[in-house]
């Protein structure tokens, strides 16, 4: 038998006073500093009056939210989740009182209770929370490289992880191809990996990596490297990547000269002339720098690049790094040694020279955790001797990071899904401006703008689904709620955030919105001696012939109710549910599998399983979703 597809879904029959408080069916995992959606609704209130709905810590009691004579209560919360915990206020008359949960925190973690009174009934449920402390973040330069050929280059590629990446691999990735630079697997450089072209020609800076410098240098630039090349990283469950591209390979000056003194020596004394008269007046050597500015999020890293064009002597050599507006001495090398001691105490464990590098003529600076004065411009001037020196001026230009989710968001059809978006420091509302779009289309899902929300330039499909969170657009939090997700919210959604001259984005996906899960994920609460049914069915009808559905209760060795071939088969049902259990089989063919349990008595009470097979002509499909089940309380017999 092959089995292609598998889904289960399990109920839990419980009898019960009162009515049932749903919540989200596992843990809610979120990342530190992000949001998370607290589920508690009801699926029917009779009335607002006397309606109590306390949100607190299951252990320590502590009250995060409560609701109550009509109105939310933020003055008795708890101080640590003041401005951070949020009801939404609209919703609470539909019988929706999640939570939203701002800025999470490593303390968040744990379990919530949310407890519901309304007259004489009441309910609850209970919401953990696990905190992802997981973190990758790889930069590297935004601006193209030109280099002349028959130089080297080095390709910047900084890597911030909670732990040591497994895999860092350099790949040119332009024309439809992905041709392997060179690798780094299991904490060890593999050459031998790289693609011929490259053989000999690339190494990382060794000396660094366990900085999270990834950088590659390229050595005696081809005019076939020219295209655009990828650093991706792996660490633990994570992967990120940064691009490179390089751009403008020509002949180099030397390279030129060549060509001009073998056409002067077939008699051009003319020219020879020219070329010494033009060439005496660049005696010495040349810094080379990047191209243009270099674009760098707060709290990431940079390579500063800077190397000469000619071999120099070791001795006597002494580099220099500092401010370009202050003068301020970022780092230097003399005397053969790094120039700690002098460094600006700003800079001290941020700015690292490659100290092996410099006898290659490579003086570039690495700086990390840029902050927002980091923003500017540098000068790097080397001293060789006596006879020269040169500099150039590298500017740096910080951007917004805008963090979004580590993954895609998976969410049913129908549900409510939080779209992440946020940055790390305060921005003035003055000028912010925040769009998101769906990353295909560029259809616009919401807008902030002027200093309030616009849904009157929404897409119309989006009116009344998708929400921003007004009061913590000031705390930086941009996310946004899409409610009722459809099979056509499936994709990509891009939030962009401009700040004055500032801007940065963040791309989100959600994926997995499918109409082939179970509806139903809830408890069922049903008084001894009546009747219920166990819900299992599909918005969309299957293809193809149904070979057999099985419902099970867990404990029992046999099955409660079997359906196969077409047919009940009660040999093969537990005696305890024979007449009790009933299938309405017409349904079967519009995807209902539920099952009727009547005269419920008390040991009936527990989780309960379906399974649904479907022919194929590769063999059998076996579809299941399983649900946790809650006991919420027992009613008493009938007398």
């Known amino acids: 038998m092959h089995i292609s597809t598998v889904h289960f879904l399990s109920t839990l029959l419980m009898i019960a006073d009162g009515f049932t408080v749903k919540g989200p069916s596992g843990p809610l995992v979120v990342p530190l500093g992000g949001s998370v959606l607290l589920p508690c609704s009801v699926d029917s209130l009779s009335s607002l009056k006397d309606l109590e709905v306390k949100w607190r810590r299951s252990y320590s009691q502590t009250l995060i939210h409560l609701y109550q004579d009509g109105d939310i209560r933020p003055e008795v919360q708890h101080e640590d989740y003041s401005g951070r915990a949020h009801f939404f206020t609209d919703d609470i008359m539909v019988g929706n009182f999640s939570l939203l949960l701002v800025n999470v925190t490593a303390e968040d973690e744990g379990q919530y209770t949310c407890k519901v009174h309304s007259g004489q009934e009441s309910g609850e449920t209970v919401v953990e929370i696990k905190v992802a402390s997981e973190r990758l973040i790889v930069s590297g330069s935004n601006t193209s490289l030109s280099v002349y050929v028959g130089e080297d280059v080095t390709l910047n590629c900084s890597v911030d992880s909670h732990i040591p990446p497994e895999e860092v691999s350099w790949k040119k990735t332009d024309k439809d191809e992905h041709i392997l630079v060179l690798l780094y697997l299991n904490e060890e450089v593999h050459p031998e990996a790289s693609d011929e072209q490259y053989t000999d020609r690339v190494e990382f800076f060794s000396d660094e990596i366990h900085r999270g410098n990834f950088s590659l240098r390229l050595k005696r630039v081809r005019t076939e490297d020219k295209g655009v090349y990828m650093c991706q990283v792996f660490a633990g469950q994570l992967s990120d990547n940064a691009t490179v591209t390089l751009q403008q390979l020509g002949f180099s000056g030397l390279h030129i000269m060549v060509l001009i003194l073998c056409i002067a020596a077939c008699g051009s004394a003319v020219i020879i002339c020219c070329l010494i008269y033009c060439t005496s007046q660049n ?40 401010r370009s507006d202050s003068q301020t001495l970022i780092h230097l090398y003399e005397d053969g040694d790094n120039g700690e001691v002098v460094q600006n105490e700003d800079y001290r464990d941020r700015a690292h020279f490659y100290t092996e590098d410099l006898k290659h003529e490579n003086f570039s600076l690495l700086l990390k955790n840029l902050r927002k004065e980091d923003e500017g411009n540098y000068t790097c001037k080397v001293y060789s001797g006596t006879v020269f020196s040169r500099f150039f001026h590298s500017n740096l230009v910080q951007r917004l990071q805008v963090k979004g989710p580590s993954g895609p968001l998976v969410v049913p059809l129908g549900g409510s899904v939080l779209l992440p978006c946020s940055v790390d420091s305060l921005l003035s509302l003055k000028d912010l401006e925040v769009h998101w779009k769906r990353s295909d289309s560029q259809t616009l899902i919401h807008l902030y703008q002027d200093g309030d929300i616009r849904p009157e330039v929404q897409n119309e499909d989006y009116h009344d689904r998708a929400h921003f969170f007004t009061e913590d657009i000031k705390h930086g939090n941009f996310s946004l709620l899409l409610k009722n997700v459809r099979q056509e919210d499936e994709g990509q959604y891009t939030c962009t955030v401009h700040s004055g001259q500032e801007s940065g984005e963040t791309v989100v996906e959600i994926k997995d919105v499918d109409y082939f899960t179970a509806v139903y994920s809830c408890d069922l609460v049903v008084p001894l001696g009546g009747s219920v049914l166990l819900p299992w069915f599909k918005k969309k009808p299957f293809e193809g012939e149904i070979k057999k559905v099985e419902w099970r209760k867990s404990g029992l060795q046999k099955p409660v109710f079997v359906y196969e071939d077409g047919d009940i088969r009660p040999k093969v049902q537990h005696e305890d549910y024979h007449d009790r259990a009933h299938f309405i089989s017409d349904d079967i063919k519009h995807g209902n599998f539920s099952l009727l349990l009547k005269n419920v008595r008390q040991e009936d009470e527990g989780q309960y399983t379906c399974e649904v097979y479907r022919g194929q002509e590769s063999g059998v499909l076996s579809l299941s979703t399983k649900l946790e089940p809650r006991l919420l309380g027992k009613s008493t017999d009938k007398s």
């Open 283 to 322: 005696k010495g050597f040349t810094v080379k720098g990047p191209s243009g500015p270099l674009v760098v999020p707060l709290g990431g890293s940079v390579l500063l690049p800077c190397s000469v064009d000619s071999l120099l002597s070791v001795k006597d050599l002494e580099v220099e790094w500092k």
